[in-house]
């Protein structure tokens, strides 16, 4: 399959250009394809190539030293990855991993830095999807430094826990994330180090309060 | 009876994200809309939930407190 320019059009960083415009920028954009599991991206290595996601879902994490894992994002069709190092000139920030089979359309870091000094529109459209990026990342880094989403997220659990006898609450991590106010990707890291500290077990569609006390610390009730 | 990922009929647009991230294969699209074909595989890991772009698909969790602390 070539690359579609019914695609670039439906892609942000290409919104508002024309059909010959589209046609001329096509030219510099290449299509790869990956598997479930590949990796795209790898975290530290130099970042030549901006990636846009024509089909499949792509996961964008962080490993930590000690192997957890941290998904910031989940990239869907229509939207790119690593275009932040690509602009700035520097290596990836993250890892990508193709989350099932994916379709890729991809630009050289080289190529790009032609398409925006020929067309302005591209370069106001980027301004505008970098600017979304830094709104979302501030909004992790506010998880991440102010709230303590684990405890809070084990407060939410000993509110909901059910006795085992009648009506029984089923909560989604979306629902989850909603009631605490975080994002979900916080949710299920921090349902993870739960079950890491032995207060909570996950068994398939049940969260099991394995120490009723211990949670009750991790929340902050005495 | 296993329980099985939640989907709303009218909210699913049958883009298949969940399909192709769902790694037991217990998603197909039937008639433009998701559906949970082979539960017994499901392992409930709600890369399908995480994946959707409208919100179609749930897997929700029962919060249960493990009553044995008394009886030991």
Partial sequence: ?222 | MMEKPVIDRDKCQGCGLCVSVCACGALVIIDNIVTVVDVEECQWCTLCELVCPNGAISCPFEIVIENNQDSA
Avoid: C, W
Wanted: net charge neutral; no cysteine.
């Fill in chain 1, 1 to 222: 399959m070539v690359v579609q320019v019914e695609f670039l059009k439906s892609v942000p960083h290409f919104s508002g250009l024309s059909e010959s415009e589209l046609a001329a920028i096509r030219k510099y954009v290449f299509e790869k394809k990956a598997e479930r599991g590949e990796l795209l991206l790898f975290e530290g290595e130099p970042a030549e190539v901006l990636y846009f996601v024509a089909a499949g879902a792509v996961k964008i994490f962080k490993t930590s030293a000690d192997g957890k894992e941290q998904i910031f994002h989940i990239v869907r069709p229509g939207e790119s990855f690593n275009d932040v190092p690509v602009f700035s000139g520097g290596t990836s920030l993250v890892s990508a991993e193709a989350m099932g089979a994916v379709v890729l359309n991809a630009i050289k870091k080289s190529d790009m830095a032609v398409v925006l000094q020929e067309y302005s529109q591209v370069a106001r459209n980027v301004i505008r999807v970098l600017s979304q990026r830094v709104q979302e990342l501030v909004m992790l880094v506010e998880d991440f430094s102010f709230r303590r989403v684990t405890s809070r997220v084990a407060k939410m659990l000993l509110e909901y826990a059910g006795d085992g006898v009648g009506e029984r609450p089923r909560l989604t991590q979306q629902e989850m994330a909603a009631m605490i106010g975080t994002a979900r990707e916080m949710v299920g890291r921090s349902l993870k180090s739960l079950e890491d500290g032995g207060t909570i077990r996950l068994e398939r569609n049940r969260i099991i309060i394995a120490d009723q006390k211990a949670l009750r610390e991790v929340a902050g009730i005495t």
